[in-house]
C-alpha cells in the first residue's frame, strides 16, 4: 500500500481498508497528511464561494488570496504523507535490517528525516487554519461552520504530527539536532493553538 498515491485513479474505499489492515503503512503521518488536505480543500472551497457571491464583493481579495494558497497547500500535504511512509519504512528497516545487510540509513538519521516531515505538517496544517480563520468573521453561518471544521480537522492533524515528532525522537535525548526539530515543532504548534478551537 506504502508504494501506491493518493489520485483520482484511488477510491478513498482503498485507503480506509489499507489503514485499517494489520499493517505498518499507510499510519497516522499519512492520516493527518490526509486530514490536513482534506481541510484545506474544504478552505479553497468556501474561498471560492465566496469569489462567487456579488454580495461578498468586499471579501474577494481575501477569498482569492486564501483559494489559492489552499489550493497549493493540498499537494503538499499529500506529498508530506506520502514521504512519511518512506520515512517511516526507513525506520523500521535501520531498527531491523534484512539479515546480511546493513541498513540505509544509521537510525538516528532515519529518526531525525522523519520528525522534520512531521514539523512540515504542522507548519502546513497551521496556514490551512489560518486561512480558515481569514475568510471566518465575513461569512454566514452554514460556510463559517464549514471553515470551522477544517480548522479542526487541521488542527487534530498537526496534534498527531505534534505526536509523531515526540514518538520519533524519543530516543534521541538531548541530541542537539533532535532539540531543535523538537524547538521547531513547539513554535509551530504555539504558532496555531488559538486556531484549533
Not at 503503512?25 to 490526509?34: I, K, M, T
Not at 506520502?82 to 538519521?109: K, W
Not at 470551522?148 to 496534534?159: E, F, N, P, S
Not at 505526536?163 to 530516543?171: I, Q, S, T
Request: aromatic share 2%.
Amino acid at each position: 500500500m506504502s508504494r501506491e498515491r493518493w489520485d483520482d485513479a484511488l477510491p478513498l474505499g482503498r485507503w480506509l481498508d489499507a489503514v485499517a489492515a494489520p499493517q505498518p503503512l499507510p499510519a497516522g503521518g499519512r492520516v493527518a497528511s490526509l486530514a490536513g488536505a482534506f481541510a484545506a480543500a474544504l478552505v479553497e472551497k468556501i474561498g471560492r464561494i465566496v469569489l462567487r457571491s456579488p454580495g461578498r464583493s468586499a471579501l474577494h481579495p481575501a477569498a482569492q488570496e486564501v483559494a489559492a494558497r489552499a489550493a497549493a497547500l493540498r499537494p503538499l500535504l499529500l506529498a508530506v504523507g506520502e514521504a512519511d511512509d518512506r520515512a517511516y519504512a526507513a525506520i523500521m528497516a535501520a531498527r531491523r535490517p534484512p539479515a546480511g545487510t546493513a541498513p540505509s540509513m544509521p537510525l538516528h538519521d532515519a529518526e531525525l528525516a522523519a520528525a522534520r516531515l512531521q514539523v512540515t505538517l504542522i507548519e502546513h496544517c497551521t496556514e490551512v487554519m489560518e486561512l480558515a480563520q481569514r475568510l471566518a468573521d465575513g461569512v454566514g453561518p452554514a460556510l463559517a461552520a464549514d471553515l470551522a471544521t477544517a480548522r479542526y480537522l487541521a488542527g487534530a492533524a498537526a496534534q498527531g504530527a505534534m505526536g509523531n515528532v515526540e514518538a520519533d525522537l524519543k530516543n534521541l535525548g538531548d541530541d542537539v539536532a533532535a532539540a531543535g526539530v523538537r524547538g521547531a515543532a513547539a513554535a509551530a504548534m504555539t504558532r496555531g493553538a488559538t486556531l484549533r478551537g
